[in-house]
């Protein structure tokens, strides 16, 4: 268990809350659940209803589909967040790579939040870009990988 300060401190070192005022990252942290994995634990399975985020505090988690990596994350990283906005399943699995302590904010608390404080949603809409803009690299460079290895293959006669 995280006191009041550590909490704060941590939070505070989050991207999705940098440049946001104490005294509402004090009241964010206070709503905060701190939920304890074990290792190799499903956090939560792709297709299922989700209303919270979590932010791994210590750990290390796998985002996966089925036995498809598609991100492993560590301290301070934020995962579950698409299902606050868009009232869609779960697009994929989180599951634990070692016991993990977490953080869970819920679709409630965050809405609260973004009406006290504006600037948390911007943060999250920056997390967000940046995870689509990683994909899209990822996916560039699987598609130039496979064609030059296409281009290397013998012709069939």
């Known amino acids: 268990m995280l006191t009041s300060v550590e909490r704060l401190l941590f939070i505070r070192a989050v991207p999705i809350f940098k440049e946001l005022r104490d005294d509402f990252l004090v009241r ?3 709503v905060m659940n701190e939920l304890s994995f074990p290792t190799n634990h499903t956090i939560f399975t792709e297709g299922k ?4 985020l979590y932010i791994v505090v210590s750990g290390r988690v796998r985002v996966h589909l089925e036995n498809r990596d598609l991100a492993n994350l560590e301290q301070g990283a934020c995962f579950g967040e698409m299902s606050l906005f868009d009232a869609e399943p779960r697009s994929a699995s989180v599951t634990t790579l070692e016991s993990c302590e977490c953080l869970m904010l819920t679709q409630i608390q965050l809405y609260d939040a973004i009406d006290e404080t504006p600037e948390i ?4 809409i920056r997390l967000l870009s940046r995870r689509i803009r990683e ?3 990822k996916l ?3 598609e130039i990988s496979i064609s030059s290895d296409s281009s290397r293959m013998p012709e069939l006669r």
């Open 49 to 52: 209803e989700g209303r919270s």
């Open 140 to 142: 560039n460079a699987r």
């Open 135 to 137: 994909l899209n690299h």
């Open 28 to 30: 964010l942290a206070s």
């Open 121 to 124: 949603a911007i943060n999250i």
